[in-house]
């Protein structure tokens, strides 16, 4: 049987109510049932992310919410198990949009296949190969034109992409990089990574830190939003740039923090970008080629956050502890092994 877990009720804003999502069992296709062109995926693991609560809302976005009785979208990696394609073989690893569920079923063009450069694993296209690194890496290469010599600020710099984006500016001569985050352990991993300071945005005197080690910015990598942001823009240099990643402050707040500090934009002529990874599906080759050599060359950690309790039964607990700060990198849920014993085949 495939265990599914779907959106039951839609949730207001603030924390997710423990009755959004309902688990399902539906039994899982034989080979024979499989079109032309289809495959049957067993997912290993499963990505979370603080977009998904975006996706949970039925409004206007750059992409259609989660049905009501739809399995939770989550992009995810697996094995093909069943196929009636000849680019898909029994085996192979896969990534795709496979949700939270134990088995994925469709057309095999929606599977990207795997080769995962020396030193990496499936795994790793979830995170610095997957969109947490393509947003990194497009967020500050495209969007904040990142050059030798800015000062760049990350907020959320122990999460998911804040780790990446760091680790790319540390990597760019003479920049020096400051990093935002809500714990001693993370701030200490930042530090470690090579930050010249770092800000617990948790410490009463956080604005005055942000001041002495900050000065003014070229770069403000968002992930985070809120009071953080709008303190932010009153310590900007002529002509900086705020990328707009993310705002996981506001996603599950209920009322979401009102900007007062805007205007600054106009007086030292910034500019506030957003941008979506998606927009950049044509280039991905780019961002993954850059980011496989600093994985190689070991100028890229990358740390997970493993949620490994009852397979997809830990992915509502886990996306809660996602707006509690829970994860230091990248949280995933791990589903299956990935030991192909003849059971597994179908």
């Given at each position: ?7 039951a009720n ?10 959004t ?15 032309d ?5 067993r997912?290993m ?8 609560r ?8 750059y ?13 995810g ?8 394609c ?5 085996g192979d690893?896969?990534e795709g ?6 088995y ?14 020396k ?8 995170g ?8 990194a890496y ?13 000062t760049v600020v ?8 804040g ?7 540390i ?6 990089v ?5 714990s001693?352990n ?8 090579g930050?010249?300071?770092v ?5 009463q ?5 942000f ?6 910015f ?14 932010a ?8 740039k705020?990328v ?8 599950n ?6 900007l007062?500090?805007y205007?600054a ?11 979506i990874?998606?927009?950049y ?12 050599k ?10 997970y956050?493993?949620?490994d309790?009852?397979?997809?039964n ?12 829970v ?6 849920v791990k ?11 179908l």
């Open positions: 049987m495939n265990t599914r877990i779907v959106l839609r949730p207001a804003e603030g924390p997710i109510p423990p009755n999502f309902k688990q399902e069992q539906r039994p899982v296709p034989k080979k024979e049932d499989l079109k062109g289809e495959v049957i995926v997912v693991w499963l990505s979370l992310d603080p977009a998904m975006g996706w949970l809302r039925d409004a206007r976005s992409i259609p919410p989660v049905k009501i009785n739809e399995v939770m979208r989550a992009a990696v697996g094995k093909v198990v069943a196929s009636k000849p680019k898909r073989q029994v690893e896969v949009t496979f949700g939270w569920q134990e994925w079923v469709g057309p095999s063009k929606y599977t990207e296949l795997l080769h995962p450069p030193g990496s694993s499936a795994l790793d296209y979830l610095p190969l997957g969109s947490s690194g393509l947003t497009f967020g500050i290469t495209d969007v904040g034109q990142i050059k030798d010599g800015d990350v907020s959320g710099a122990a999460g998911s992409v780790l990446i984006v760091t680790q790319i500016a990597s760019h001569p003479k920049c020096k400051i990093g935002i985050a809500g001693t993370k701030c200490k991993t930042l530090k470690d990574l930050c010249h300071a800000i617990n945005y948790k410490d005197d956080w604005r005055k830190q001041k002495d080690s900050v000065g003014f070229d770069i403000y990598f968002d992930n985070v939003g809120g009071e953080l942001l709008d303190f823009l009153t310590r900007m240099n002529p002509h900086a705020i707009m990643c993310g705002a996981i402050s506001d996603y707040s209920g009322k979401p923090y009102r007062g500090n205007q934009l106009i007086a030292q002529k910034g500019t506030m970008q957003g941008f990874v998606m927009d599906t044509k280039r991905y080759h780019e961002g993954r080629a850059y980011l496989a600093m994985l190689s060359e070991g100028k890229l950690q990358y740390k956050h493993v949620i309790n009852g397979g997809v830990g992915c509502e607990d886990g996306l809660r502890g996602l707006f509690k700060g994860n230091e990198g990248k949280m995933v589903v299956w092994d990935g030991q192909m014993e003849r059971s597994s085949k």
